[in-house]
């Protein structure tokens, strides 16, 4: 698996990640991880809570896809993490809420906030950034692994490993197999309507 880069303390891991292309320190696969995050983004510009004992990581990637396909990033990620997890539990716990939210018990458990840079027509990196409650204290409607699978996943440090990996691997299915294909288990699990499901069709 390719390298990551691990801090004690980060504003935002998508933010530093950004950095790091910037500086060309990282490249496809690479990860950047964070104990803590003082300024964590969610989706529509909400924060997220941050605190120690959550999982705070952001993968890049470059994709060179067409920018049309940016909001796919979304999904298939989200739907990986939750796959790859549940493979861990004794049953498949971690839904999906349309479209970047992992839940458990209707609880919200993480988050994908993808970023994407452009290239002209094309995607030149993606950034996909993920929040997961591990052992963290959460907020009310939340709910970390810990409180319900104490022993499946026992370290935080493996979580990461999962998540990582999970990102890489749907990734490489999303390119290989296309959209229908990671939809069709997507909506096994997600509150997801029909009208949305025809939306996300690829051509």
Excluded at 79 to 96: F, H, S, T
Excluded at 156 to 184: C, F, K, P
Aim: with cysteine; charged share 15%; aromatic share 10%.
């Amino acid at each position: 698996m390719p390298s990551s880069i691990d801090f004690d303390c980060l504003d935002s891991t998508n933010s530093e990640a950004w950095r790091q292309i910037d500086r060309g320190l990282v490249h496809h696969g690479w990860a950047i991880q964070a104990k803590q995050q003082t300024a964590g983004r969610g989706q529509r510009g909400h924060t997220w809570v941050s605190d120690w004992g959550g999982l705070y990581l952001s993968v890049v990637l470059e994709p060179n896809v067409a920018v049309s396909r940016a909001e796919e990033f979304t999904l298939w990620s989200a739907w990986a993490i939750a796959k790859a997890i549940n493979l861990y539990l004794p049953q498949p716990l971690v839904k999906l809420k349309w479209r970047n939210d992992l839940l458990i018990y209707d609880q919200k458990l993480g988050g994908i906030l993808v970023e994407t840079r452009c290239q002209g027509t094309q995607i030149k990196y993606a950034v996909i950034g993920v929040g997961i409650n591990y052992e963290n204290a959460v907020p009310e409607g939340a709910i970390a692994l810990q409180q319900v699978v104490p022993h499946q996943i026992s370290s935080l440090s493996q979580l990461s490993q999962i998540a990582h990996q999970a990102i890489l691997q749907g990734y490489d299915y999303w390119r290989n197999a296309g959209m229908t294909e990671v939809l069709a288990s997507y909506s096994v699990s997600a509150k997801m309507g029909g009208q949305e499901q025809k939306k996300w069709r690829s051509p």
